[in-house]
């Protein structure tokens, strides 16, 4: 079992910058492939940023390309997703979710609670 928190949202203005953090536990961190979601009022979850176990190999969203970085610290059992340059339409519920292989997917085992990010115009 694994159990992830999300930490980092709040309200921010457009053009600004926010830093989420996700920090896990009770399975080994460094052996899974780690993701960010987020869902907006009224939409769909969806696919922002993944990570492989050893943080080598990142994948994007297209809508956050260049804007957005995901990284982790494994000694630390924590990822990051640095949020710059932020549009209104990022706005959402942003969550965190663990995969059970180190390798990247779309299939994820695992998810926190979420963290609200507002972004306002």
């Known amino acids: 079992q694994v159990q992830l928190v999300e930490s980092g949202g709040g309200l921010v203005q457009a053009g600004g910058s926010l830093r989420l953090s996700c920090t896990a536990s009770g399975r080994t961190f460094s052996a899974s492939a780690m993701g960010w979601f987020r869902q907006a009022p009224g939409k769909e979850r969806e696919f922002t940023a993944g990570?492989?176990?050893?943080?080598?190999?990142?994948d994007y969203a297209d809508s956050v390309k260049g804007r957005f970085t995901i990284s982790r610290d494994n000694a630390k059992n924590t990822m990051y997703l640095q949020m710059n340059s932020l549009k209104s339409e990022d706005t959402a519920v942003y969550y965190c979710?663990?995969?059970?292989?180190?390798?990247?997917?779309?299939?994820?085992?695992?998810w926190g609670q979420g963290t609200q990010v507002t972004v306002s115009s």
């Open positions: 979710a663990a995969r059970t292989v180190h390798y990247l997917g779309r299939d994820y085992a695992y």
């Open positions: 990570i492989s176990s050893s943080g080598g190999t990142t």
